[in-house]
């Protein structure tokens, strides 16, 4: 089902597993102590290019909930960025809810529930599970359509944004059980985007893998983003 997703020259990496996320930021340098909110979905690949290997999660989309960000992720950089709505998360009775919206239509559900805290420690990537020593970290295929010639690109290629040589470690972690449920939608939902939320939506779910929730201070800025050829 992951491979009918994948643009050319991807293969899957290691178990199908998706991850759902949901990062709220605030005191942004660049927004002047502004913030906003994305929500993403990945899976892991490896990239075979012409001259470069890469493995890490493909990013497949990821919504924000802010223009400025959006324009500049998606053109400056090459993540393949849309909009919705993402209101902070609710808690109630031990339960964190977050949900995603377009225009009113709810399309995305995620629950995280049983959280304890627990002790920060480096995970194992996706490189060791490869089995190969590839560079590693977040990988985008950008496409840019061409003005007038439809079906034609401007841009299209694959981008790398490569992990950190010592990643930093949550301030607070939290692991509990989660589970997420993107609802089928009709084009009178989601006029531009029902075809992506319904291929999520058709993704069998096979077993939940558990949640994490992690409290988080800093960031980079991405200035090491690069092409894979």
Not at 87 to 110: I, N, Q, Y
């Amino acid at each position: 089902q992951l491979q009918k997703l994948l643009p050319p020259k991807f293969e899957l990496a290691g178990d199908p597993v998706v991850t759902v996320f949901e990062v709220f930021m605030k005191e942004i340098d660049w927004l002047a102590g502004r913030g906003y909110n994305v929500l993403g979905v990945t899976f892991p690949v490896i990239y075979n290019g012409t001259k470069d290997q890469a493995t890490g999660p493909f990013l497949t989309v990821l919504w924000e909930n802010l223009t400025d960000p959006i324009l500049t992720g998606r053109e400056q950089l090459g993540f393949s960025k849309i909009y919705c709505d993402l209101p902070e998360p609710t808690v109630h009775k031990g339960e964190t809810h977050c949900t995603a919206s377009w225009m009113g239509f709810r399309f995305l559900d995620l629950k995280l529930n049983n959280l304890k805290e627990v002790s920060p420690q480096k995970d194992s990537t996706i490189l060791n599970k490869s089995g190969k020593n590839l560079p590693s970290g977040t990988i985008h295929y950008k496409y840019m359509p061409r003005t007038g010639e439809w079906g034609k690109a401007d841009a299209e290629y694959t981008v790398l944004s490569p992990d950190a040589d010592e990643p930093s470690l949550p301030k607070k972690l939290f692991k509990g059980r989660g589970e997420v449920t993107f609802h089928k939608a009709r084009w009178e939902d989601l006029p531009t985007q029902y075809m992506i939320v319904n291929t999520f939506h058709e993704l069998e779910i096979i077993e939940h893998r558990g949640a994490t929730m992690e409290h988080r201070i800093g960031a980079g800025d991405l200035g090491n983003q690069r092409i894979l050829i």
